[in-house]
């Protein structure tokens, strides 16, 4: 099984198929190329990637796709969003910076790591739960959400199905504030929000 991920929000998002000779063969035909494998095709395709990938069918015709995610992956991306992609929108509430301070002093580590990997090492190693806040007025007053390691992998979920054009800055390691931003945002809200 193979998809094609569209980089271009203006065409279908991806799609998937079995057969990549058929695919090749009818690509290069309307397209005028003479793509062979799929790295001839990610290498020649400026908006738009083929990957192999290992799928199990539900019971409802829905898929499910495998990736990797690990702590270095939300490390940059929690740390961008912290140090600058969201911080126009978030407040870190006193309990999160003083749950997390207390569990860094607990394992011994060297306290000169900056708040943000702090944070991050908290949640992915120590399980534990971060208060968020939007100084914007997008919820209730004084609605909190927590991110924890569920919520983390929830927002590398959602975008990856709904927003393939950042999921592919971060698989590629292209990923900017920007991309940072979204995640956290589907990561708290399941949407984007603010921006």
Known sequence: MYICIEHDDSVQPSYLFRDLSAFLDDHNEYMETDYKTIKDFNEGEEYRTIYKHKHTMEKDNTFTLTQEITYENFENLLV????????????????????????????????????????????????????????????????????????????????????????????????????????????????????
């Open 80 to 195: 961008g969003a912290l140090e600058g992609g969201s911080n126009y929108w978030y407040w870190l509430p006193d309990e999160g910076v003083d749950a997390t301070r207390k569990w860094w002093k607990e394992i011994g580590a060297d306290d000169s790591e900056p708040l943000s990997t702090k944070i991050s090492k908290f949640i992915w190693e120590g399980g534990g739960e971060v208060p968020i806040t939007d100084c914007e007025g997008y919820g209730d007053d004084g609605e909190v959400w927590v991110l924890n390691k569920a919520r983390v992998i929830e927002g590398f979920r959602l975008m990856a199905t709904n927003h393939p054009r950042h999921w592919e800055d971060f698989k590629r390691e292209n990923h900017d504030a920007i991309t940072a931003d979204v995640w956290f945002q589907l990561a708290l809200f399941d949407e984007i929000v603010f921006g």
